[in-house]
């Protein structure tokens, strides 16, 4: 197994990698709407849903890898009401055949954060 990690998205705040690469297959640590830059979550269900998806973004590409990539995603929200608002922003990023997918409300998420994705990609 290999660490994948990328300089553009948060640094892990724990004891475990951005991603790992197990030759075939890429696992993606949970990733929050933290921005990189002010190493804060940025603002409301929205953008904290984009920046997440960036964040993915970035740790993908360290590995040469798209969102086209992506085989599983799960999505963590603090609230499952905002289900609707997050699918929403979610089907913006991905085409057919889309990846399979599970959402859960969760009782908290680190840095009191709203939604956190978690995916796993394909090398193949």
Known sequence: MKKIESNLAPAAVG???QAIDTGSLILLSGQL????QTGTMVDGLEA???QAFRNIQYVLAEAGLTLANIAKVTVFLNDIQDF???NEIYASYFEQPY???SAFQVAALPMNGLVE???IASKE
């Open 99 to 101: 990846p399979a997918r």
């Open 48 to 50: 904290q849903t984009h």
């Open 33 to 36: 709407g933290i921005d990189r």
């Open 117 to 119: 994705i978690e995916v």
């Open 15 to 17: 004891p475990y990698s």
């Open 84 to 86: 609707s608002k997050v």
